[in-house]
């Protein structure tokens, strides 16, 4: 049974930092580029991170790049996103996804992508 479970998610003051993690079962998670995804504005998911699984090459998108940081342990089949400097506008559900093309989660595919998780709610106070 494949499953991306994600956690780490919670409330935090404006500048505050969060980790989130997103531990995967059920599929060989070393063929699988990472994406952390979220709704974003006008209820459109995006992707805000991805990692590739054949070079650990990392993409974010402008509004979160020099803040948050994502990183993969294949050893222990779980992805991370390192969030620092949080602001209110990050506030939202993010979810975890894998796909075996790390250009698809670049493009913020939302079908090229194989698995989800059920989100973290990250609420960011001012």
């Known amino acids: 049974q494949v499953q991306l479970v994600e956690s780490g998610g919670g409330l935090v003051q404006t500048g505050g930092s969060l980790t989130l993690s997103c531990a995967a079962s059920?599929?060989?998670?070393?063929?699988?580029?990472i994406g952390w995804y979220r709704q974003g504005p006008g209820n459109k998911r995006e992707a805000v991170a991805c990692?590739?699984?054949?070079?650990?090459?990392?993409y974010y998108i402008d509004s979160v790049t020099g803040r948050f940081t994502m990183s993969r342990d294949n050893a222990k089949n779980t992805a991370y996103l390192q969030m620092n400097s949080l602001k209110p506008e990050d506030t939202d559900t993010y979810y975890c996804?894998?796909?075996?093309?790390?250009?698809?989660?670049?493009?913020?595919?939302?079908?090229?992508?194989?698995?989800w998780g059920k989100g973290t709610r990250v609420t960011v106070s001012s």
């Open positions: 996804a894998a796909t075996p093309q790390f250009r698809l989660c670049v493009l913020s595919s939302i079908y090229g992508m194989d698995y």
């Open positions: 990692i590739s699984n054949k070079d650990n090459s990392t």
């Open positions: 059920g599929f060989t998670f070393d063929d699988y580029a």
